[in-house]
């Protein structure tokens, strides 16, 4: 009877132990959303005034909102959106914002800080739609007088996004998604 007793409760404690699988590393949030502002333009004062109606009207719900701001006179940086705040988590020393290669190794920057489940582009800037680019048309994006063509912005993005909205000029033809 004793051994019995004995027995039941070594097996309660092997049973009632459970392994903890803790790490330093944060879990992925569920979505991560890009904001990419190519505003070393004119636009600045809107990119501006835009980052802080996202701070006023972020809410967590397990979403990462970070911003890739290049504005007028200032560094280019990557900004973490909380409620009513803004963190600087990343600033470059100065490039063009419209060079598909920068646009490539910003958003690559930002998806190894921020992994997630699902990922949401917004691309914000001047733009031009479809038509070819060098008359100022087909383009995204505007860093002083430099464009970036559609095609080179499409083969610069670094992974699948569930969305991508433009927050930009004609951007909404049919022809831009082809």
């Known amino acids: 009877m ?18 903890e699988n803790r ?13 990419y502002i190519a505003g070393d333009n004119d636009l600045s004062d809107d990119a501006l005034n835009d980052i802080e109606e996202m ?7 397990g979403v990462n909102l970070i911003v890739f701001a290049d504005l007028q006179g200032q560094a280019p940086e990557i900004l973490k959106i909380g409620k009513n705040s803004a963190e600087i988590v990343l600033r470059y020393p100065e490039f063009n914002s419209a060079e598909a290669a920068q646009v490539q190794r910003t958003l690559n920057d930002i998806v190894t800080m921020y992994p997630a ?4 582009l917004v691309l914000w800037s001047h733009a031009t739609s ?21 095609a080179e912005l499409a083969a610069a993005l670094p992974v699948h996004f569930d969305f991508i909205l433009f927050d930009a000029c004609l951007m909404g033809a049919v022809e831009v998604a082809c």
Do not use: H
């Not at 019995?4 to 049973?15: D, G, Q, T, W």
């Open 2 to 19: 004793k051994k019995n007793f004995y027995i039941l409760i070594i097996f309660y404690l092997f049973v009632s132990c459970e392994k």
């Open 23 to 35: 790490t330093d590393e944060p879990l992925p949030a569920f979505r991560t959303v890009i904001v």
């Open 55 to 61: 701070k006023r009207g972020y809410s967590e719900a």
């Open 117 to 120: 489940a699902s990922y949401g």
């Open 130 to 150: 479809w038509l070819p680019a060098g008359v100022r048309l087909r383009s995204f994006g505007q860093d002083s007088d430099k464009q970036m063509n559609i």
